[in-house]
């Protein structure tokens, strides 16, 4: 019986010439990653375990994102204890303040993971780097001490579900509206514990940032990990940020897959998910004015070049709409100082928008943008959960960047145009 | 293992977020993220819930967020274990690397205030108020070890 993907580098990074779904393997880890909010609590862990050293310490990752720069004290000696557990431990990839951007930006950026890796992170939304070819997934806090310390994780291996992808996006439809239609179709546990692997003659059409999204929200649906094949798009994306050699992995072309959903992406359209839910996908046929008070451009689902450039197309020459607050967070450094010589930061600014250094912030209501009871925001980030962003009374629409602009110019839930 | 509580019962989905706010993260301290469990969307579950209570829900419980916070003030609030429809996956694997029992069975007969006993060695929920018994699937012996073991640091002790 074939492989999956995913199965096929389970089963390299466990020393299995075959693994099949449901089996529990301990895998080799490349790469452990953890956030200031997950990480205080794995070296909380890591020291009551009596270890003593990380078990590499080039393969551990802190990247301090989420209530940074620091929003409160408490926030403050969280960020303060990872920084010295990092110094103590001598972990080389410790990204604060002024370097650090939102995790999964900044890890596929810096090169630091590439095609055909195994990595865990105390994040749910580590699955983004399946659009790279690697298997990565979310992971607790007690997981990546454990990892830290042993360089191992438990595993059981998923089964899948294959998104045969054909045809291609229509003009201001992004990999944002097919993941939410994704979403739609089969809900917020309809890949639960599973992989769901991409495929088809329409995955060459996606862009690294359509895929990046498109991954990154696989956990949405509840699945373990979301992973595209590897192409020449793929290889000249790691190339350019990483000297070791991608390894490159098929699926079997006899693997089996639970279920097979065609997607033709042509007839994908500018979808928003509803509050409270993720799963609530509606396209504009079904859309009726709803007024908004905020709108979040930014995050790790839609923080790159690719999602300013978008929303600054729109925005440019325009002005956000009075009594809308619009925020913009490019996710690293680097996308910052991009968007800056490109001239985008002026537009958004000269548009009423705030832009702001890179953090997570306001996708999980942590500070940047925290929404008052009753309002309303639409949000390129990817949860919309009862207070999310916020108070419990306000709400989220997920959206794509375009559709994210143009709201914030019409004062609306609204399509681009 | 055997556990005796009573029921206190939501619905499918309930994600991280409403069990422990994001807002409540700037600490990793037990205690206080028991403090907030569950309040977005049951302000009074943190006064009225007991030692041994059981709390009961029906699919994806747990899913959103990767915190680790979450299973941890169900379990500092003095939950005794979690019985689900299902479990979002990262939950699933948090609850059991810190000791938090969970059981994924049908919960549509499981009312709110209702008696439970629970035998883990023998897989069997006994409704006690409704004079009913199910069973349910035992964990892998994987799983099992590293329960046992008193968590997943405890069971790789050796590997270290």
Redesign the interface.
Known sequence: MGMTMTQKILAAHCGEKHVEAGQ?IQANIDLVLGND??T??AI???N????SCVYDQNKVVFVMD??TPN??I??AE?SKQIRDFAKDKGIVNCFDVGEMGVEHALLPERGMVICGDLVI????H?CTYGALGAFST??????M??GM??G?V?LKVPSAIKFNLTGQLNKNVYGKDVILHILGLIG??GA??KSMEFAGDGVASLSISDRLCIANMA?EC?A?NGIFPVDEKTLEYVRARSNREPVVYEADPDAVYERVIDIDLSTVKQTVAFPH?PENARTFDDIPDIPIDQVVIGSCTNGRLEDLVIAADILRGKKVAKGVRCIVIPATQKIYLDAMEMGLLRDFVEAGCAVSTPTCGPC???HMG?LAKGERCVATTN?N????MGH?ESEVYLASPAVAAASALAGKIAPAE | MLTKGTVIKYGDNVDTDVIIPARYLNTSDEKELASHCMEDIDKTFVTRVKPGDIMVAGTNFGCGSSREHAPLAIKTSGIACVVAKSFARIFYRNAINIGLPIIECDTDAIDEGDTLEIDFDKGELKNLTKNTTSTFAPFPPFLQDIIKAGGLLKSIGGQK
């Open positions: 529990i909010i997950t205080p609590v909380n862990e890591f009551k375990s009596g270890c989420h209530f929003k409160d408490k926030a969280q992170g105390a994040d749910s580590t979310g992971v607790g806090s007690t997981d001490a454990a310390a042993t191992k438990w917020v546990d639960l514990y956990i509840g373990k839910l999980l209501g942590g925290v949860r959960f009862v207070g999310r419990p």
